[in-house]
């Protein structure tokens, strides 16, 4: 028998997560059943249980995956200097995790995964620890932008690093909350009122109080 390739369970990997994906997002986790998975990507019982165990593995995968993605960004990030600001990033990341992440779902439909795997943590330990896990890593990534920041001159030493980490973390949630309940929320829009809300410190000829 022909050994199989790495590349080959690779990319039949990815197929599962794609298709677990796409029918979560469209029905979400439970009223998805695995046989739906099997006819979304097209394999047998078999082929995708030698991958998963169950639909809380697939459930489990996708959640660390999203936080995969979102941590090479800010890998990224921290590599260039200057920092992205936090306009360029949170729409890079937002882009990368809703619509280049999957294929063959929608920004909305993704967005709608994302709130279920956030509700499906109060049921799910093993999930809640990857959920906390990944918010950890974000506001440690966060604070070392920040620092970033204000070392470029770009903001008040006297800001707290983990309060502003945990206010933009807060603010792509939303931005991912009002993707999966209205649809149709351009990640420029969020981008344009960063830069809005940034530029407030600048803005000539006004007085505070």
């Not at 990997?13 to 009223?31: E, K, P, V």
């Not at 294929?103 to 279920?116: K, S, Y």
């Not at 980490?165 to 993707?179: E, M």
């Not at 981008?191 to 940034?198: C, P």
């Amino acid at each position: 028998m022909a050994r199989v390739s790495q590349q080959h369970l690779d990319a039949r990997r990815r197929q599962i997560l794609d298709g677990a994906a796409r029918c979560f997002a469209r029905n979400g986790f439970h009223a998805t059943s695995m046989q739906d998975v099997l006819s979304e990507v097209g394999l047998s019982a078999g082929a995708v249980y030698r991958y998963f165990r169950s639909k809380d593995e697939l459930i489990e995968a996708i959640a660390d995956e999203v936080f995969d993605v979102v941590r090479g960004a800010f890998t990224e990030a921290a590599r260039v200097d200057p920092p992205p600001t936090p306009d360029v990033l949170i729409g890079r990341v937002l882009r990368r995790v809703l619509y280049d992440h999957v294929e063959g779902a929608d920004g909305q439909a993704f967005a709608r995964l994302v709130i279920q795997v956030w509700t499906e943590t109060l049921r799910n330990e093993r999930l809640a620890a990857v959920l906390d896990e990944g918010y950890g890593t974000l506001r440690s990534a966060w604070v070392q932008l920040v620092e970033a920041y204000r070392a470029h001159g770009w903001m008040s030493d006297e800001a707290d690093a983990d309060h502003v980490a945990r206010t933009l973390i807060a603010t792509a949630q939303g931005f991912i909350t009002q993707q999966a309940l209205f649809g149709n929320v351009s990640v420029d829009v969020l981008e344009s009122g960063l830069r809005a809300v940034m530029s407030m410190e600048r803005a000539p000829g006004r007085n505070a109080g």
